[in-house]
């Protein structure tokens, strides 16, 4: 290996690290995001129960592969939590760590993290690395389709959609 690799190597490992542990140590980190908690949007779930989760539900399923040592996955994080919040209604969101599943990780061809891999029927239909909050939610809307409304509106709210001159037409 000759001395630029070697730079590049160091580089690489340091600039994470530093990124993650620096002097800005108030920035959050990828673990702090992804602690159980069921009334989270982003369930944190592990290999064992990922089947069960994710292979067998009917609901779609969007899954961040992620380390807490990398930098690219604190970034994206937040990302990931946002786009859950807004569409955890229709859709399920998981995080899972790869250190703690190295299969999950060659079983689905992670190569790089954070992926993200979009789960229907009990296969991906789709899958990326690091993505903005508008791509991601772009992304889920390509593959899933709208959401079926479950909720009508109520009488006030469809009143506003009704043109007030052709009001009497529908009494």
Sequence with gaps: MNNFSWAVLCFSILGTGLYVMGPNSNKPKAKDFYTFDASKPVKLITADEFEE?????TRPAIVEAYAPWCGYCVRMTPVFKQVAQEMGNDYDFYAINTDSAPNFSS????ITIPAILLFKDGHIVDRSGSISTEDLKA???KNFGQPAITQMPNE?????DINPEDKDDIE
């Design 53 to 57: 989760k994710v292979l067998k539900s």
């Design 107 to 110: 079983q689905y061809s992670i």
């Design 139 to 141: 992304k889920i809307l």
């Design 156 to 160: 006030s709210e469809s009143e506003l």
